[in-house]
């Protein structure tokens, strides 16, 4: 039998994004896809949407809750409370910030 020409050798191929990389993709991935929508609206319809900010404060806040609770499970910083309460506090800001971004996409809408 033909030996392996790989023994002895250690592969250097494919190594998996940590958790936290996963975590800010798929961050990343939901501002491209409002991007994309914002982009589709104004070609539809001619006009900007205005008085976003808060509303796209909201992703952000909560995927910071969950690059902390991630980032504590996997690499045991920023330590158990510290983590917990930085997502709680992240997602009340993000639960706050709702009502007053949908109060300005809807700005754009009246007469």
């Not at 998996?16 to 491209?32: D, E, H, M, N, Q």
């Not at 982009?39 to 809750?65: D, H, R």
């Amino acid at each position: 039998m033909p030996e392996d020409k790989h023994e002895g050798r250690e592969e250097t191929g494919f190594t998996p994004a940590s958790p936290v990389k996963r975590t800010l993709a798929w961050i990343g991935v939901v501002y491209a896809l409002i991007l994309l929508a914002l982009t589709t609206y104004f070609y539809f319809t001619g006009t900007g949407l205005g008085n976003l900010g808060p509303l796209l404060t909201v992703p952000g806040l909560i995927g910071l809750g969950i690059v902390a609770l991630v980032s504590w499970r996997t690499t045991g910083k920023p330590g158990k409370w510290p983590a917990i309460s930085l997502a709680i506090l992240c997602w009340l800001l993000a639960l706050a910030t709702l009502p007053i971004g949908i109060a300005g996409l809807l700005s754009n809408f009246g007469g």
